[in-house]
């Protein structure tokens, strides 16, 4: 099994996090889907054929923009400088 976490884009509401579970439970692999709102944060325990690009299309075919996390930051932040505002940019809630 393979942990992949994401750092999404968009998530405000208990709707948001029913919509980015139900994106990604179905996908073949995928074992376990958790989602932290407070963080927008998602842990996917998944087979090793899954693919993160596999999530990331995914959640965007929901509207909401996603990243591997790694080493505590997404992919593109270094680990050493503070996270930048979060803005809603898809999701239920937001146009």
């Not at 709707?15 to 407070?38: E, M, S």
């Amino acid at each position: 099994m393979n942990i992949i976490d994401l750092d999404v884009q968009g998530m405000t509401c208990g709707a948001c996090v029913q919509r980015v579970t139900t994106a990604l439970a179905p996908i073949d692999g995928v074992q376990d889907v958790a989602v932290d709102l407070r963080a927008g944060r998602v842990r996917v325990t998944a087979e090793a054929n899954v693919a993160p690009s596999q999530l990331i299309s995914a959640l965007a075919a929901r509207r909401y923009e996603s990243e591997v996390v790694t080493n505590g930051a997404p992919s593109g932040q270094a680990t050493d400088s503070p996270p930048p505002p979060a803005a809603p940019k898809g999701g239920c809630c937001c146009s």
